[in-house]
Nanobody
Framework: QLVESGGGAVQAGGSLKISCAMS????????MAWFRQAPTKGREGVAR???????TYLDSVKARFTISQDNVKNILYLEMSSLTPEDTGIYTC??????????????????????WGQGTQVTVSS
């Protein structure tokens, strides 16, 4: 089970840190990623982290977003800075197993695969 929290409203240029609490899964079991979906856009992968710590980012968020994990608390984080209105959307965390993760380094997956949380809303106003 994955449960996101920490979303909210922030002004452009601001920062926000969202969390994904994991139960029944640890990052050592595979890989995890953050996805987002804006009202008028399709879902897109934002950041991925693999069990060896390798990270992958959507080009538009590189140098602004950081994906990380707390192994003790079993929580996945996404720290977002220099936010713009284009970052607005529902942010959802997802997990995949090791067999997929080791064969698809740096790739994101479709909604039909893996385990997903319910999402948390991030709204950036100009």
């Amino acid at each position: 089970q994955l449960v996101e929290s920490g979303g909210g409203a922030v002004q452009a240029g601001g920062s926000l840190k969202i969390s994904c609490a994991m139960s029944g899964f640890t990052l050592s079991d595979g890989c995890m990623a953050w996805f987002r979906q804006a009202p008028t856009k399709g879902r897109e992968g934002v950041a991925r982290i693999d069990s060896d710590g390798t990270t992958t980012y959507l080009d538009s968020v590189k140098a602004r977003f950081t994906i990380s994990q707390d192994n003790v608390k079993n929580i996945l984080y996404l720290e977002m800075s220099s936010l713009t209105p284009e970052d607005t959307g529902i942010y959802t965390c997802s997990a995949r197993g090791k067999s997929y993760c080791t064969s698809t380094r740096g790739e994101f997956w479709g909604r039909s695969f893996g385990v997903w949380g319910q999402g948390t809303q991030v709204t950036v106003s100009s």
